[in-house]
């Protein structure tokens, strides 16, 4: 029997507030539901789906139950450095990565999803 789990990842560049980030974490927790794994690389505006303190300003507060239910989240340390963040400005369990782990996560991903503006 083939294995039929698969790896999705998902590039977030879309603030908290664009209706793309709401569609892209239900369709995440929709997979993890289903057994696949799971892989958020946040860039640019979309660091801001994982910065502590902001719940009040996020359409989706979910990244932290997407994190508990087994899906991996890295942000671009570029990204959060850039807009004067760094690891303890962040939700538990996200690691600051590089445009290398991004490429990283393309090339082993079964299917590979943009989210953007």
């Keep these: 029997m083939e294995n039929s789990r698969k790896t999705v990842g998902f590039l977030m560049t879309s603030s ?4 793309n980030s709401y569609t892209a974490f239900r369709l995440a ?11 958020l690389f946040f860039m640019d505006d979309g660091i801001y789906n994982v910065v502590r303190n902001s719940a009040e300003e996020r359409l989706f507060t ?33 690691g600051l990565m590089s445009q290398y782990e991004l ?14 503006p």
């Excluded at 990283?104 to 953007?116: H, K, M, N, T």
């Design 103 to 116: 490429s990283e996560i393309a090339s082993r991903s079964d299917r590979f999803l943009y989210f953007g």
């Design 29 to 39: 927790e929709a997979l993890l539901v289903q057994g696949h794994s799971v892989e």
């Design 62 to 94: 979910g990244v932290q139950s997407l994190i508990e239910k087994g899906a991996n989240a890295l942000i671009c340390a570029l990204s959060a450095e850039s807009r004067g963040y760094s690891s303890g400005d962040l939700i538990p369990q996200v």
């Design 16 to 19: 908290p507030e664009h209706q």
